[in-house]
């Protein structure tokens, strides 16, 4: 249960309530945007320029993307998103090798993977594991958190830097024990005030310049001048930096996957499985990102999950009419000069002091991640190399130094260094396990024998006792009973073939059923055994056996295939 839940997806909170938990998503979402851009844009030494045409266009990609991501187009989860850090330096790279024009080549070229991986989400899962995913969220905490620390003492020219550090300092303060210790209304706008009160101190303090805010007009069109546009794919730039952006991309994607679990399990006040194809939506709706990001000549946008388990939490609003809502503000927001200039001339110590509160948790977030499903052995040991290895690169700018050219890029970003070990761990881990065994049928009352038949010749093998294959036996039977009950439930015209790859093991197996057969969802009906009455129904038997027999099961429904893991314990005769 998630008590923290009021309103789910599909539910209506009153308007005023819905209006306010908009606003406050979309302060977030600016936030993040100005931060981000303004870190982006001053790498290259902008003139002001690009930097108010790239906040109007990562405002309204954001807009539109929160927005699809809510609808019912998208996978219908309020998920907040804008511009965001993991493609920051290879952009940086992009921009100083021919130009913000480079920059948005490579974008588009590679938000063509995203889409690609969000296809074969299915195809992948084995090495997008929850594992990578923690990994790319502790690497991109670990890598942008200097970036943080160094704007808290970024202040205009004859401003002290210890009156910037104090800003910073007070502002994070603020937004601590805002996030901690307020209640009711006051929790609500934890991060609206402290940017307020940062932005006062700033003013007291000489570190806030408000003339351009000043001098710009209330309502006018994007100045269409600054658009930077695309540069040649013929260009000797472009082809060596494009496997950076490339894996940078899926890199990305795997960040998806994860959020696109993440984000339902937070979603909903009583416990569910995760829907897969909502999470292929996920990590076609960040290829798309990437790509609108592209068109616009804007660093490419991603999702914001801490942003959105902080308003979540705080609101307990997780309707998606709010997420529709959210996205028509920014893309207005983004037609008013001078409240993009304003929100530009945030001073850059109290952006720099929010982002190292998202940051702390982006990196719990990873942490989590890595443990959803225990940190075994293997697990352990794949997290620990994948982190040691990249954050000892990433430390050694030196060594990198003597490399020099895309080389250095690749290794010297420790996400990329991270993500890309512990898929390369993983792969080593599925291919060097006990092979896998393989059973294809139709799901019929005819297979019941053949798959019986391969249970016991299997869990003889293993060197199992009788009691150990009986369960054995058991279990696979009931996983077809029930994968069966639910295709009477949704009858077709012709009965669906059925793959099993079992993966033998000393003291457990893994049955995985492949197979396209319902709409519902066999994990969630055994986590609905709990909340009914104790007189068993008949329709019931198969679930409640699996899940006797079973020590555990999961369900993933992509588009296309249906995928039941069972394991089984299993003790040597």
């Known amino acids: 249960m998630n008590d923290d839940i009021r309103f789910e997806p599909d539910e209506r909170p009153p308007a005023l309530l819905t209006l306010n938990v908009a606003f406050q998503g979309a302060v977030l979402i600016v936030t993040n945007v100005v931060t981000f851009i303004v870190i982006y844009s001053a790498a290259f030494d902008d003139d002001g320029s690009y930097a108010e045409w790239a906040v109007v266009g990562s405002l309204a990609v954001a807009g539109v993307l929160t927005a699809l991501h809510a609808s019912r187009l998208g996978p219908g989860y309020l998920l907040l998103w804008g511009s965001g850090i993991p493609f920051m330096v290879p952009c940086i790279l992009a921009v100083e090798a021919g130009g913000p024009a480079l920059a948005a080549s490579l974008a588009v070229t590679s938000s063509l993977l995203q889409l690609a991986m969000a296809a074969g989400l299915a195809r992948l899962r084995r090495l997008i594991t929850p594992v990578v995913a923690g990994v790319a969220f502790i690497m991109i905490s670990l890598s942008a958190m200097p970036i943080a620390m160094r704007r808290i003492s970024d202040v205009p020219d004859g401003a002290s830097e210890l009156a910037g550090t104090a800003v910073g300092v007070t502002t994070l303060v603020v937004a601590a024990l805002a996030m901690l210790r307020a209640t009711g209304l006051w929790r609500l706008w934890a991060m609206p005030i402290a940017i307020v009160i940062g932005c006062a101190g700033s003013v007291a303090l000489g570190v806030y310049d408000v003339q351009p805010a000043r001098n710009a007009p209330w309502l006018d069109l994007p100045d269409v001048g600054s658009w930077p546009g695309f540069a040649s794919i013929a260009d000797a730039d472009y082809w060596s930096l494009l496997p950076v952006f490339l894996v940078i991309s899926a890199v990305v994607a795997a960040r998806a ?317």
């Open 257 to 573: 996957t994860s959020e696109g679990v993440s984000v339902q399990e937070i979603s909903h006040s009583t416990a569910r499985a995760v829907d897969f194809r909502g999470v292929q939506r996920t990590v076609g709706v960040g290829g798309l990102a990437v790509f609108l990001s592209g068109i616009a000549g804007t660093l490419p946008a991603i999702s914001y999950l801490p942003a959105t388990i902080s308003l979540l939490s705080f609101t307990r609003v997780a309707a998606r009419r709010v997420g529709l809502l959210m996205g028509a503000m920014l893309i207005v927001l983004a037609l008013l000069p001078k409240a993009v200039a304003a929100l530009i001339t945030i001073p850059r110590p109290v952006s720099g002091a929010l982002l190292m509160a998202i940051l702390g948790l982006l990196f719990i977030e990873g942490v989590r991640a890595v443990t959803r499903d225990g940190l075994s052995r293997h697990r352990g040991f794949i997290v620990g190399l994948s982190l040691s290895v990249a954050v000892g690169l990433q430390s050694q700018p030196s060594f990198l130094d003597l490399l020099g050219g895309p080389v250095a890029a690749l290794l010297g970003n420790g996400v990329l260094v991270g993500v890309g070990i512990a898929v390369l761990l993983t792969g080593v881990f599925e291919v060097t396990s006990a092979r896998r065994q393989r059973f294809e049928t139709v799901l019929d009352r005819s297979a019941f024998v053949d798959l019986d038949g391969f249970l016991r010749t299997l869990g003889d093998g293993m060197g199992w006792n009788s009691a150990s294959v009986e369960r054995l036996r058991a279990a696979g039977e009931e996983t077809l009973t029930a994968m069966m009950q639910l295709l009477e439930d949704n009858p077709g015209d012709v009965p669906p073939r059925v793959v099993l790859n079992a993966r033998p093991g000393t003291a457990s197996a893994e049955l995985e059923f492949l197979a396209l057969f319902s709409e519902e969802n066999i994990e969630d009906r055994i986590s609905y055994l709990n909340e009914q009455a104790s007189t068993p129904d008949v329709g019931d038997l198969s679930f409640r056996l699996l899940r006797l027999h079973a020590a555990a099961v999961r369900h993933r429904r992509y588009h296309g295939i249906d995928v039941v893991t069972v394991e089984v314990e299993g003790s040597a005769a």
